[in-house]
């Protein structure tokens, strides 16, 4: 996909805070059919243009110090495990099985959209593409993700896909493509907002 495409996307993960098919507990998830394919954008709490300061620090508290809340460690997916019970089948009965899937999110909903593939695989769905803007590190690294294209945006030097998590062995799922100067020098919150996504791809 191209690069207007990717805006396109972009602006899902705007919509889905507002609009989405369905939502449960802090997981909202938008479904748009398309002519040749649809898309499955994945927002997670409070991931729309404007951060409200406490509940990012909740949610990279958990992030933080319980890995397993949201990566598989021991095969063991902890709460998204629990999530996933509830929204799979919402998943499977509303998605079109005869028109391939592209996967995007935002920060914790771009990590979140990408394990989510795992599962529609599974359940033979078509994965075309997966993009991310903003999105953390990984508990597996590009050479586990070999079925279809990825691409994983960093806006100037959004601190996020760089350095979070802090923990070993956490890695890209694929090698970031920047875009936008950003607003500093140095990793920094004010970069990861997905205004400048949105922006800088449209």
């Not at 394919?37 to 949610?59: I, N, P």
């Not at 009965?93 to 599962?119: C, Q």
């Not at 993009?131 to 994983?152: E, I």
Request: proline share 6%.
């Amino acid at each position: 996909m191209n690069n207007a495409i990717h805006g396109a996307l972009a602006h899902l993960c705007v919509d889905v805070q507002a609009q989405p098919t369905f939502s449960h507990n802090d997981f909202k998830l938008l479904v748009k059919p398309f002519t040749h394919c649809q898309a499955l954008v994945v927002g997670y709490g409070c991931s729309h243009l404007l951060y409200k300061q406490q509940k990012m620090l909740r949610g990279w508290q958990r992030v933080m110090y319980s890995p397993g809340w949201y990566w598989q460690i021991n095969n063991n997916y902890k709460q998204f495990n629990e999530q996933q019970r509830y929204l799979l089948p919402l998943l499977t009965n509303t998605l079109d099985r005869s028109k391939p899937v592209v996967l995007a999110g935002h920060s914790t909903g771009a990590s979140i959209s990408l394990m989510l593939s795992e599962e529609l695989l599974k359940h033979n769905f078509i994965i075309q593409e997966w993009v991310g803007f903003g999105c953390p590190r990984m508990y597996k690294g590009q050479q586990y993700w070999q079925g279809f294209p990825l691409t994983s945006y960093q806006y100037g030097n959004d601190i996020v896909p760089l350095q979070l998590p802090i923990k070993w062995p956490f890695q890209q799922p694929v090698k970031l493509t920047k875009v936008g100067c950003g607003f500093n020098i140095k990793p920094n919150w004010g970069d990861h907002q997905l205004e400048n996504y949105v922006n800088a791809l449209n």
